[in-house]
């Protein structure tokens, strides 16, 4: 289904996507889910996008052939730049959803649009199917589309604008990793790019597919670290209730119907100890 | 929405579930979804539900009230307590789904049964709206229903069916804890059931909420170690990319309408280098 994630930090913008795509399981392909604007030294924009291929490619086939009053590359404004996005999805819309209606396949689009022209800072957004969107902020400076809940965690515990950008993209492939592990229908490789704030140009990029140096260390390392955290992790302790323990310690029972309620011994079930040991050795 | 996890392991089951339940975020309320069935030194089954909570209570209820030829206290087989729950879920199915479907409403609801009958193996289930099932097996030894994407990846990394019983709770209490971070419609208290094999009784019970020492310790714990692990691994190199670059290592450019393609300079956009330094100092 795709996975692509997008931050907002002090010193620029991460953005990370994956290429698989899939009609499927027997129909799975490799298509990439990133597009770089950039006007050398007055804008760089970023696009990822979730959903629907051919949808997604429409659009952003709409945008880059687009030679209207307004286009990406005369927008004023970050936010004028959503809204060339937002149209270019409904007239996407106006073109396809009835006849993709015919076929009984919904509309489905999402996209991250995010980056910088000359003598604004950089922004991120997040724009949907009926071409609409919001903007990241500081106290939510990411965005994610697609399979988005295996990888989130991460970074709801890591991320904040104060992120540095290394950091930012060092987390963006550890909840990419995460997510690749538990579900199939994101793949390799992956495209990272990093944007520094006021540079105006593309300075980072790269392709990683699974023979990536960089990327392998984190697949291999991340998890070895968290196996061993784990283990390190104090073991629970379970000890005898108190008698007359309340009921709130019990599981809730449903006893057969031959018996009297409460037939057992409650006071022999253990419960979680407020006390417990150390953890494994380290 | 509700998230439930179960483990079969080689010496026992883990089952824990969350209680908060939502009619829309206004309306948020604690109800349990664990339901212990014991007859001790025969038989121990738990059932975990999640879905539509007037649904999923009604078919908890018909199993209790059931005084039919087969009810689940006297189903010989784990297999045929499941086909029990499912004959439940159809029956409710048969009795409210069309009034349901008046009001927009979907039969939605999902169960994890699990449990042992004296003389046989412990097992584990996973039970659809359709009454149907699949059952839990040594190369997929864990179940989760309701909001299971979040939580998985830690359960991915760590759970094997050689888990120990408290390591398979320790998991289960990051995966919750994990889940409980990232949605709202997840919330304390929790019911931690452990079961040991051939015990037939439930001697290990736990209903945590937020001042519970052991899960504070999980949720402070976890998160910091975490973030230590993540300041551990090495931070991105970025390198050069040498003369003549591929294009597999440039991002994926759209030019402005009046620039020549590829106007600007493919040589000055860095790469993520093949060696790293090691990471910041532990």
Same mark, same amino acid.
């Given at each position: 289904m795709t996975y692509c994630v997008a931050m907002r930090l002090d010193t620029g913008l991460v953005f990370l996507s +994956?290429?698989?795509?899939?009609? !499927?399981?027997?129909?799975?392909?490799?298509?990439?889910?990133?597009?770089?604007f950039e006007r050398t030294g007055e804008r760089v924009?970023?696009?990822?996008?979730?959903?629907?291929?051919?949808?997604?490619?429409?659009?952003?086939?709409? $945008?880059?052939?687009?030679?209207?009053?307004?286009t990406i590359w005369n927008a004023k404004t970050l936010t004028d730049v959503a809204r060339v996005v937002g149209n270019a999805i409904r007239e996407v819309y106006a073109r396809d959803a009835k006849a993709l209606e015919t076929f009984g396949v919904d509309f489905n689009c999402s996209f $991250?649009? !995010? !980056?910088?022209?000359?003598?604004?800072?950089?922004?991120?957004?997040? @724009?949907?199917?009926?071409?609409?969107?919001?903007?990241?902020?500081?106290?939510?400076p990411y965005f994610q589309i697609g399979e988005s809940k295996y990888g989130k965690p991460i970074i709801d515990r890591l991320v904040t604008p104060s992120t540095s950008l290394d950091d930012g993209a060092k987390c963006a492939l550890i909840s990419m990793d995460s997510t690749l592990r538990s579900n199939v229908s994101v793949g390799l490789p992956l495209d990272l790019l990093v944007y520094e704030e006021n540079s105006l140009r593309v300075t980072r990029f790269a392709s990683l597919t699974d023979d990536n140096a960089y990327y392998k260390m984190?697949? +291999?390392?991340?998890?070895?670290? @968290?196996?061993?955290?784990f283990a390190?992790?104090?073991?629970?302790?379970?000890?005898?209730?108190?008698? !007359?323990?309340?009921?709130?310690? @019990?599981?809730p029972l449903a006893s057969p119907p031959d018996e009297m309620p409460g037939a057992g011994d409650p006071v022999s079930v253990q419960s979680l100890a407020q006390d417990f040991g150390g953890g494994a050795p380290g």
């Open positions: +994956d290429t698989r795509t899939n009609a !499927g399981v027997d129909h799975v392909s490799t298509f990439r889910k990133m597009l770089v924009l970023v696009l990822l996008s979730a959903g629907n291929l051919a949808v997604t490619q429409a659009v952003r086939q709409h $945008i880059v052939e687009a030679r209207d009053t307004d $991250i649009l !995010g !980056g910088q022209i000359a003598g604004q800072p950089s922004r991120l957004f997040q @724009l949907y199917s009926a071409g609409n969107f919001i903007e990241a902020s500081s106290v939510n984190i697949h +291999d390392t991340w998890g070895a670290r @968290l196996r061993q955290v390190e992790l104090p073991e629970p302790q379970w000890a005898a209730s108190a008698p !007359g323990a309340s009921a709130a310690s @019990l599981p």
